[in-house]
Nanobody, 121 residues
Framework: QVQLVESGGGLVPAGGSLRLSCAAS????????MGWFRQAPGKEREFVAA????????NVAGSVKGRFTISRDNAKNTVYLQMNSLKPEDTAVYYC??????????????WGRGTQVTVSS
């Protein structure tokens, strides 16, 4: 089981930016597919972005394409989600996810506890 700890959430006005970070445990982080999901109140959890173990492949949901960027630093066991031009509809709890099987598309095996992002209008 991979331990994941998110940080970087908060309250931001519409049009603002935030960068989420997710620190992962494990000596083989560089072999994990990593991703971000979000869940707004009253809605199902949805996919936001994923990045392959090498960082060479990324996938971003259409609703955030062009605004959000996923990246990783394998030396720091950390994956990031840079969120720009934030909209009120981006308000949600954002969850980090890990897939230790190197699948692509990813198959989530571990979840973080989430970090709240609130975008005010």
């Amino acid at each position: 089981q991979v331990q994941l700890v998110e940080s970087g959430g908060g309250l931001v006005p519409a049009g603002g930016s935030l960068r989420l970070s997710c620190a992962a445990s494990g000596r083989t982080f560089s072999s994990y597919t990593m991703g971000w999901f979000r869940q707004a109140p009253g809605k199902e959890r949805e996919f936001v972005a994923a990045i392959s173990w090498s960082g060479h492949s990324t996938n971003v949901a259409g609703s955030v394409k062009g605004r959000f960027t996923i990246s990783r630093d394998n030396a720091k066991n950390t994956v990031y989600l840079q969120m720009n031009s934030l909209k009120p509809e981006d308000t949600a709890v954002y969850y980090c996810a890990a897939d230790t099987s190197r699948s692509w598309p990813m198959r989530v095996g571990s979840w973080g506890r989430g970090t709240q992002v609130t975008v005010s209008s």
